[in-house]
């Protein structure tokens, strides 16, 4: 219920500031740019670089906060890569885009708990000011996770989960 009502808070802010925007949202092609971004029990920083207007690649270091089937809730340290390719059209004020990206977790401390994630999302990308956009976008992921406890006990659990929907920044360099 609290992911739901996230993702629908997304929807509603994302609405709200690109329907206030008109600027052209186009990435400056060649270049790099850093993003923070924030989502339901997760959060990270990225590092983007674009090496077309339409296509930006994106490192990420962040968290995730995983309750497995069994054991207690965990937040991990998330290491990740995504792909997007943005819709650009000229006369469009918000691009579109789709997203895919797999992520590798780890509790970071004991490397007790540890997994893998894969996620696909839809969002939308406006330029605020030049060369600074905001982001939004709404997405599924599936998540493995082991849990290595007490006693040579290993726990395995996967969901699919709204872990790749989040809010967002983008600030790029220009030469």
């Avoid at 390719?85 to 789709?98: G, K, Q, R, S, V």
């Avoid at 605020?128 to 905001?134: A, Q, R």
Wanted: proline share 5%.
């Amino acid at each position: 219920m609290k992911r739901n009502i996230f993702s629908i808070a997304i929807l509603a802010f994302a609405t709200i500031i690109f329907a206030a925007i008109d600027a052209k949202a186009q990435l400056p092609e060649g270049n790099i740019g850093i993003g923070a971004s924030i989502g339901p029990n997760n959060g990270a920083g990225q590092l983007y670089f674009a090496p077309t207007p339409d296509i930006d690649l994106a490192l990420t270091l962040g968290y995730q906060s995983i309750t497995p089937e069994e054991g207690d809730a965990s937040t991990l340290m998330r290491v990740g890569a995504q792909f997007r390719y943005l819709f650009l059209e000229p006369a469009n004020t918000i691009d579109p885009y789709i997203a895919i990206d797999v992520n590798y977790y780890d509790d970071g401390i004991s490397g007790d708990m540890n997994g893998i994630g894969f996620g696909a999302a839809y969002g939308l990308q406006a330029e605020l000011v030049k060369n600074v956009f905001l982001m939004a976008q709404l997405g599924i992921g599936y998540t493995m996770v082991t849990d290595n406890q007490p006693g040579d006990i290993e726990v395995k659990s996967s969901s699919l989960n709204f872990g790749g929907s989040r809010l967002g920044a983008i600030i790029y360099m220009q030469d």
